[in-house]
C-alpha cells in the first residue's frame, strides 16, 4: 500500500510560530516583568533578555539547522536531539525534557488561575464579602478541562484554540502600549538606572525571568503534524523568537518610562494601571498562561509517543502503549492520559517553586545539547551533514557554554541536582538500549578533525627547528607479534607516558586480495590486544616481501604524533636469534635516515618483577649514555614499573675509574643526571676479563638491561655483539643517532 498508514494533519508555520510566541509571552511577562525593572532598572533588565536570548537565539538556530538536514518526523526537540547524538543519550535528553515539558504544564495553569486574583480581591471587597484564598478551585478544574481538550480533540483544536488566545494576548498588549500614565507625561528621558534600594540581585531576577524565554522550541513539538517540518519549524522558531525579543524589550522599556521603580517592585499588575483598558491584562495573563499550558500540554504528549515509539523505556509494554496514536488523527491518546495525570498532581500539589527551578535546568540541559549538536556537527565536517539552512560554529559553540554558565549562576544545587538526574536517566536508558552509533560517530568526526589538524599544524612547523626536549617517537617491526610480546610490552611502556609508539605487524609477501584481508584480520587481533592492556600504542600492518622492504616502507610513515618518528626498535630472541642477521644487515640503511635504534634481545624471563633495571656505560661508550638513561626513565614513567628503581654501572678500566666517578658526581650535582648518587656502581674493567662477563654476574638479577652499542662496533662484530648475554633476562641495545642532551 503507497503512502503513510498515518495520515498526516498538515499544519503550516503560523502553528509552530504561534505555539513557540505564545509559550514565550507567557505569565512571567505580566506578573514579575515589573517586578524585575522594578529591583533591576531598565538597562540591566535589557541585560537578562539579551543574556537570556544569547542562549535562546542559538538555540533556535541550531533547532532550525539540524530540522533541515534530515526528515522531521513526530517528536519535535526530542527528535531532532536523538537523531544526531544517538537514540540512548538522545532518550535520556528526552525524558527529562518531556517530564519539564508536562510539568510546565502545572506550572503555567497555576499561573493562570493566578489571573483571577483582581476578581478575588473584587469579591472580598463588595457586598458579597467572599474570601478565596485558594487558586485550586480555579487551576483544578482549568487542568481537567485542559486534559479534556487534549484526549478528546487533540492538535486540531488545540491549534484553533490558539489563533484565538494569540488575538487576546495581541490586543491585552496593544492596550497596554497605547496607555499612558502622568508619570510617563512628566518624563523628561528614559531613567535607564532607576531602581529601588537594596533590591534582589542580578542573577535571581534571571532565574525567575529566564523561563519566559524558553518556549521557543515549542513549536518543535508539533514536528509529527506538520506538512513540512524542515521549513516551518526553522521559519516559525526563528521568527518567534526574535518577535518574542523585541516585545520583551520594548515592554520593559514601557514599564520603566511608565511607573517609579516602587511601584514597579511592588505590585505585580503594575501593567493593569499603565493599560489604556485595565481589565486587559488580567486577560491577557489568563490567554498568555493558558496558551502557554496549551503550547506544553500539546507538545508533552507527543515527545512521549516518539521516545516510546523508539523503545526507550524500560518496559517493552510501555513503549507499544505510549506509543499509539489515533489512526484517524495522529493523536497520541495514551502519551496525552499520562502527561495528564502527571499535570494533575504538580497542580493539586500546587507549590511548584522548586520544581520550575529544576524544570528550567532540564530545559538548559537540553538547549546546551541542541548547540552541542550543531557545533560539532559543524566541526566534524560529516558529508552527510547538509542542511539547507547553516548557522555558524562560533553562535552554537557560545548558545552551549552560555547554557552551562547560566545553570550554574542561577543555582549550583539545581544544577548538579539537573545532571544527576540526567546521568541516572542515561545509565538506565544504556542498560536497555545498546545503540551508541549516533554519539560515537559525532565524537569520531571531531577526534579525526582535530587529529587532521594538529597533524597538518605540526607539518607546517619548521621540521629542522632544534627542539629543547627530546622525547621517542618509536615505530617496531616484527613478524612475530603474536608470538612473543617483549617488544610490544616495551613500546607500550615507552608511550604511556613521555613518548609515542607505533607497532607494525610484518606480512611477508606480495599485496593480494588474500594478505589484504589476512592484514585486516591482525589489525582486530592487535587492537584488541592493545585495548586488553589499556595500551597507547598505534596498531597496523604491512605486506612487503622482505624485512628490507619493509624497513624501507617503515621509516618513511608519519609519527602517530604527527612529527616524524625517531627511533625504531627490533626484536629478536636470545634462545633462538634467527632474525638477528636481518637486524644487522639492515642497520647501515635505518642510519642512513638518521634514526635512533633500540634492538631488544628478549628472553623466556620476560622481565622478571620488574623492578630492576641496570644500565651499563663504559668509557667509550658515553655517546649513547644519555640515550640509555632517558630510555630508563621513560620506562619507569608505567605503572607497572613504579616501583623498580635504576642502578647506574659504570665500566672502566682501573687507571679512569677516579676520573669517571668524579664526572658522574658532576652529572649528578647539576642536575644533568637525575639519579642518587647510591645507585650509581663503578666497576673495574680489566683487561683479561670480557666486559660481557662482567655485565652477566652484575646484573644476573636484573629485570631489564640497558647497553649501548656503537655502530662502529657492529661493522667490526655483526651479530656478535648481540650476543654472549645468557646470563643476564631481557636486554635493550641502545644506539643512539646523536647524543641526547639531559636537562
Known amino acids: 500500500m503507497a503512502g503513510s498508514l498515518v495520515k498526516r494533519q498538515g499544519f503550516g508555520t503560523a502553528p509552530v510560530f504561534l505555539t513557540s510566541i505564545c509559550t514565550i509571552l507567557g505569565a512571567i511577562l505580566f506578573l514579575r516583568f515589573g517586578f524585575a525593572v522594578g529591583n533591576l532598572g531598565l538597562w540591566q533588565t535589557f541585560m537578562i533578555i539579551l543574556l537570556g536570548h544569547l542562549v535562546t537565539i542559538p538555540t533556535a538556530l541550531a533547532v532550525a539547522e539540524i530540522a533541515t538536514n534530515q526528515k522531521v518526523q513526530g517528536g519535535g526537540v526530542y527528535f531532532i536531539i536523538s537523531r544526531s547524538f544517538g537514540i540512548t543519550i538522545g532518550g535520556a535528553i528526552g525524558i527529562g525534557l518531556y517530564l519539564s515539558q508536562a510539568v510546565s504544564t502545572a506550572f503555567y495553569i497555576i499561573a493562570f488561575a493566578e489571573s483571577f486574583s483582581p476578581i478575588f480581591n473584587y469579591l472580598l471587597a463588595s457586598d458579597f464579602n467572599i474570601l478565596v484564598y485558594n487558586y485550586r478551585v480555579i487551576s483544578i478544574p482549568a487542568t481537567i478541562v485542559l486534559i479534556l481538550l487534549a484526549i478528546y480533540k487533540g492538535a486540531d483544536l488545540g491549534i484553533k484554540t490558539l489563533y484565538l488566545v494569540a488575538f487576546v494576548l495581541f490586543f491585552s498588549l496593544l492596550f497596554f502600549f497605547l496607555g499612558t500614565t502622568e508619570y510617563a507625561q512628566n518624563m523628561e528621558s528614559i531613567p535607564w538606572d532607576a531602581k529601588i534600594l537594596n533590591g534582589k540581585s542580578f542573577f535571581y531576577f534571571f532565574a525567575v525571568c529566564f523561563p519566559a524565554f524558553t518556549g521557543m522550541a515549542a513549536g518543535a513539538g508539533l514536528s509529527g503534524d506538520l506538512k513540512n517540518p524542515s521549513k516551518s519549524i526553522p ?67 507527543r515527545t512521549l509517543q516518539a521516545i516510546g515509539a523508539d523503545k526507550i523505556l524500560p518496559n517493552s509494554f510501555v513503549n507499544d502503549w505510549v506509543s499509539q496514536v489515533r489512526l484517524k488523527s495522529n493523536e497520541p491518546v495514551n502519551a496525552s492520559i499520562i502527561t495528564s495525570v502527571i499535570t494533575l498532581i504538580f497542580v493539586i ?28 556537527e559543524h566541526f566534524t565536517a560529516d558529508p552527510a551533514y547538509r542542511p539547507i539552512f547553516r548557522s555558524k560554529w562560533y553562535v552554537s559553540l557560545v548558545g552551549a557554554l552560555a547554557c552551562i554558565f547560566l545553570m550554574f549562576q542561577i543555582s549550583v544545587f539545581y544544577s548538579i541536582m539537573a545532571l544527576i538526574i540526567m546521568a541516572i536517566i542515561y545509565q538506565t536508558t544504556s542498560y536497555y538500549k545498546e545503540d551508541k552509533e549516533g554519539l560515537a560517530n559525532i565524537f569520531q568526526g571531531v577526534i579525526f578533525q582535530l587529529s587532521r589538524r594538529l597533524k597538518v599544524f605540526l607539518q607546517k612547523a619548521d621540521p629542522d627547528s632544534k627542539e629543547d626536549h627530546w622525547r621517542p617517537s618509536v615505530v617496531c617491526i616484527s613478524s612475530n607479534t603474536f608470538e612473543r610480546f617483549s617488544a610490544f610490552n616495551m613500546l607500550r611502556w615507552i608511550s604511556h607516558k613521555y613518548g609515542f609508539g607505533n607497532y607494525i605487524h610484518l606480512i611477508e609477501g606480495y599485496l593480494s586480495r588474500e594478505t589484504y584481508k589476512e592484514a585486516k584480520e591482525c589489525v582486530n587481533r592487535m587492537v584488541k590486544l592493545s585495548d586488553s592492556t589499556k595500551s597507547r600504542v598505534y596498531m597496523d600492518t604491512i605486506v612487503s616481501p622482505s624485512i628490507t622492504s619493509a624497513i624501507a616502507q617503515v621509516i618513511q610513515l608519519p609519527g602517530v604524533s604527527g612529527k616524524d618518528n625517531n627511533m625504531i626498535m627490533f626484536e629478536f630472541s636470545k634462545k633462538k636469534p634467527e632474525g638477528l642477521e636481518n637486524i644487522v644487515d639492515n642497520f647501515k640503511l635505518v642510519k642512513s635516515t638518521d634514526f635512533d635504534i633500540c634492538v631488544l634481545g628478549s628472553s623466556e624471563k620476560n622481565f622478571g618483577f620488574k623492578q630492576n633495571i641496570d644500565i651499563w656505560i663504559t668509557s667509550k661508550d658515553y655517546e649513547n649514555a644519555s640515550l640509555m638513561i632517558l630510555m630508563g626513565f621513560i620506562i619507569l614513567g608505567h605503572p607497572e614499573w613504579k616501583n623498580a628503581r635504576i642502578r647506574l654501572m659504570v665500566l672502566s678500566p ?23 648518587l647510591n645507585n650509581v656502581e663503578l666497576n673495574e674493567h680489566k683487561d683479561n676479563i670480557e666486559a660481557k662477563s662482567i655485565i652477566n654476574e652484575k646484573s644476573k638479577d636484573a629485570d631489564l638491561v640497558i647497553i649501548g652499542v656503537r655502530t662502529e662496533a657492529i661493522k667490526h662484530d655483526s651479530i656478535g655483539i648481540f650476543n654472549g648475554y645468557e646470563g643476564v633476562g631481557d636486554v635493550l641495545f641502545v644506539n643512539t643517532n646523536k647524543e641526547k642532551e639531559i636537562k
Open 235 to 301: 521559519r516559525g522558531t526563528i521568527w518567534a523568537t526574535i518577535a518574542g525579543m523585541i516585545i520583551y524589550m520594548v515592554t520593559a522599556l514601557k514599564l520603566a518610562i511608565s511607573a517609579p521603580p516602587g511601584d514597579l517592585a511592588a505590585d505585580q499588575f503594575i501593567m493593569q494601571d499603565i493599560a489604556l483598558w485595565g481589565p486587559a491584562i488580567p486577560i491577557g495573563l489568563a490567554a498568555a498562561s493558558l496558551s502557554s499550558a496549551i503550547g506544553s500540554i500539546l507538545v508533552a504528549p
Open 349 to 376: 500539589i500546587g507549590d511548584i517553586d522548586i520544581v520550575a527551578q529544576i524544570i528550567t535546568m532540564f530545559f538548559m540541559v537540553t538547549y546546551g545539547a541542541i548547540c552541542s549538536i550543531s557545533f560539532l
Open 654 to 676: 682501573e687507571k679512569e675509574l677516579e676520573k669517571q666517578r668524579n664526572k658522574i658526581r658532576e652529572l649528578i650535582r647539576t642536575g644533568r643526571l637525575p639519579i642518587s
